[in-house]
Every structure is written in structure tokens, then in C-alpha cells.
């Protein structure tokens, strides 16, 4: 009965954007910006990008987010040429659960997407690929200084040629992406081990994390690599103004930015990630959020410090926090446009729910 409430739940979502979630080591808060934060506490499970955050002092002692989000591209051709199903594109259907007591923390993801779109006369067919992630996080420190590690194992599967027909979209796609039995990669299955610091000055915050010194895939034994450890080495900067005033009160509004380098040493997955957010506090846990970012792939080390809008990827996203409950609305562009190049990815934009206890 659960599975068949959790799958009604996550058919009713709409569309957004595929580097958005947990698995991309990113809180289920920071797709507005760009994904940035490896240095920013603004969601309880924020230490998913950096263990180190679970340290930090004036965390619940234990605390609970589950959250929900479905994802798409946007591609208005397919509604111009009447194609079957021309609003799934590329969906992705994305749920996870994070725990956290202390200094400790747990957390489990299930993604599901489907790609490689095809079309026949009144239906659209795609292969189906899902990942489950497990996560455990633990860190300790003193002010200024924080540290966490990492385990995360993740697996993979797969359904080859799901039907998705024209006429019966929202049924086709629950039965086929949640109930349709999916075949075990067990070739991409893998354990790896990261690790976290964080230096905290209150209104700024500087994090270094490697996600992966040391791992094994499918059965293979423990590697622990140096050039692991530097494609997948981030460091990230956080500015942030006081949420209260010398008299403890809420300031109207809190101003919060993150600037991000991260796969410092690999040129296939180097990225710039940069954002940040306006909130208008009305109360502790009553507020509105308008967050900006930007995010751009660096196929060189040259390229770190350079701007190349043909690359860059520009988000926007609307949240409110509702007491326990979390909604954002996203949309996000290739900043191509700015410069009039084409662009290698369409538009997106995204709906998420987040329930904190």
C-alpha cells in the first residue's frame, strides 16, 4: 500500500532539471543556486555535499526531510510537430529520505528516469534507468574548525524500451517507471568513501570535500587513489547575513551566496557553480526565498577563472518554507542565449516538496 502511495505521489509532480539532487551531491535546497553550497548550512540535509556541516553547532539534535521532486526538459518542437507525449522528455522522477541525530546522519535516494526518446505513430517509447543511493555521514570539530566523512554505496538498473502511449500518458508512465521490473547493473555498482572540512567564521564558511579518496566497484577490493581524490576534489565559499538582530529578532530579509569549484582535477566533470538567495523571513519557519545561480562545465584548468556563456547553465527558483512543509518551483535556461550560440541543452524548470520534522 505504501509503494503504490509513494508512486501516486511522485506521478502528480511536473518537470525540472537532471544535475539537481542528492545523487549530485547537492542539497534538496540548492538547485536555485545553481547547486552551489559546499560551504552553506541552509538545509537540514546539507551535509549530503559536505559532512563537515553536520558539526556545526545549533542543528536539531535529530531531525527528519523527506522529499519529492519530478523533473523534465523542455523541447517546444514536440508540441509544434503534434508528437506523442511531447511534454516527457527526459523525466526524471526522484525521492529521498535523510535522517540525522547528532553528529551522525542516513540517508536514501531513488531516482528514476528515462531516456534515449523515440517516437512511433501514438506513443513514445524510452529505456528506462533507475539508481538507489545509500549515504551515511559522521563529523566532529570545535569552531572554527569541522570535520566529516562519508560512506556511499550506490546501484543501478535498467528497463529497456518503455512504452509510453499518447493516450493514456500519466497511467503508462506510473505503472512503467514504478511498478515495471527493472534489471541490476551490478557492473556500476559501487562503495565510495569521502571526506569533508569546513572552516566556519559565522558569516562566512570555506569547505574542502573529496567525495571519493577511496572506492570499489561491483566486487573488485578497496582502491584508495590520489587521482580519485583529485577529480572529485570541490572547494566552496559561503557569505550569509545574521538571521537576527542584537535584540533577537528576525531580520526581514537574509542574503546568502556560495561560490563553487568542483572535480578540481578531472577535465571531464569540472564545473563552476555559483548562487544566491533573498529570503523574506516572516517568521522562523515561515518564509519566502528567491534564489539565482549559475553553473558552467570547465573542460580546462585555464578555464576556471572564465566566463564562457555558450556553456553556462542560469537557474531561478521560487521557495516557500510553510512551518514542516517546503515548496520550490525552478526554471532554468542555457545562458547561450545571452550570447546568441546554439545551445546543447534545452530549457528546464522544476517542482519539488520537501516535508521536515
Known amino acids: 500500500m505504501k509503494r503504490?502511495?509513494?508512486a501516486g505521489m511522485l506521478a502528480l509532480l511536473p518537470l525540472a532539471f537532471l544535475q539537481a539532487f542528492p545523487l549530485d551531491f547537492a542539497s534538496t535546497a540548492s538547485w536555485g543556486m545553481g547547486n552551489a553550497g559546499l560551504a552553506l548550512d541552509y538545509e537540514s540535509d546539507s551535509f549530503v555535499a559536505?559532512?563537515?556541516?553536520?558539526?556545526?553547532?545549533?542543528?536539531?539534535?535529530?531531525?527528519?526531510?523527506?522529499?519529492?521532486?519530478?523533473?523534465?526538459?523542455?523541447?517546444?518542437?514536440?508540441?509544434k510537430n503534434n508528437e506523442?507525449?511531447?511534454?516527457?522528455?527526459?523525466?526524471?522522477?526522484?525521492?529521498?529520505?535523510?535522517?540525522?541525530?547528532?553528529?551522525l546522519a542516513f540517508t536514501v535516494q531513488n531516482r528514476n528516469s528515462l531516456l534515449e526518446r523515440q517516437i512511433a505513430a501514438n506513443e513514445s517509447t524510452?529505456?528506462?534507468?533507475?539508481?538507489?543511493?545509500?549515504?551515511?555521514?559522521?563529523?566532529?570539530?570545535?569552531?572554527?574548525?569541522?570535520?566529516?566523512?562519508?560512506?556511499?554505496?550506490?546501484a543501478e538498473s535498467e528497463r529497456l524500451m518503455i512504452e509510453i502511449h499518447?493516450?493514456?500518458?500519466?497511467?503508462?508512465?506510473?505503472?512503467?517507471?514504478?511498478?515495471?521490473?527493472?534489471?541490476?547493473?551490478?557492473?556500476?555498482?559501487?562503495?565510495?568513501?569521502?571526506?569533508?572540512?569546513l572552516l566556519d567564521y559565522k558569516w562566512f564558511k570555506m569547505g574542502v570535500?573529496?567525495?571519493?579518496?577511496?572506492?570499489?566497484r561491483a566486487d573488485d577490493t578497496l582502491i584508495i587513489s590520489g587521482n580519485s581524490m583529485l577529480k572529485t576534489l570541490d572547494w566552496g565559499f559561503s557569505v550569509s547575513s545574521p538571521t537576527y538582530d542584537a535584540s533577537n529578532q528576525l531580520h526581514l530579509l537574509k542574503m546568502q551566496g556560495a561560490f563553487d569549484f568542483l572535480n578540481i582535477g578531472s577535465d571531464e566533470d569540472r564545473q563552476l557553480r555559483l548562487g544566491m538567495s533573498i529570503k523574506l523571513q516572516l517568521l522562523p519557519k515561515w518564509s519566502v526565498s528567491l534564489l539565482v545561480g549559475y553553473r558552467e562545465e570547465k573542460p580546462t584548468p585555464s578555464d576556471l577563472l572564465a566566463f564562457s556563456f555558450s556553456r553556462g547553465l542560469?537557474?531561478?527558483?521560487?521557495?516557500?518554507?510553510l512551518d514542516t512543509l517546503k515548496i520550490a518551483v525552478g526554471y532554468g535556461y542555457p545562458t547561450a542565449w545571452y550570447v546568441g550560440s546554439s545551445a546543447s541543452i534545452n530549457p528546464l524548470f522544476l517542482i519539488s516538496f520537501a516535508v521536515s520534522l
Open 4 to 6: 503504490w502511495i509513494l
Open 50 to 79: 559536505n559532512p563537515a556541516l553536520l558539526a556545526l553547532p545549533g542543528r536539531e539534535e535529530t531531525h527528519l526531510l523527506a522529499s519529492l521532486r519530478y523533473q523534465d526538459q523542455i523541447e517546444s518542437t514536440y508540441i
Open 84 to 103: 506523442p507525449n511531447p511534454r516527457l522528455v527526459q523525466p526524471v522522477a526522484d525521492w529521498t529520505v535523510s535522517f540525522s541525530a547528532g553528529s
Open 126 to 154: 524510452y529505456d528506462g534507468h533507475k539508481t538507489t543511493m545509500f549515504q551515511f555521514d559522521w563529523a566532529t570539530g570545535r569552531a572554527p574548525f569541522y570535520f566529516g566523512v562519508s560512506v556511499r554505496a550506490t
Open 166 to 197: 499518447d493516450d493514456r500518458t500519466f497511467l503508462d508512465y506510473l505503472v512503467q517507471t514504478s511498478i515495471g521490473r527493472y534489471e541490476s547493473l551490478n557492473s556500476s555498482s559501487n562503495v565510495a568513501f569521502g571526506m569533508g572540512l
Open 209 to 216: 570535500v573529496s567525495n571519493q579518496f577511496a572506492y570499489a
Open 314 to 321: 542560469q537557474t531561478i527558483s521560487l521557495d516557500a518554507q
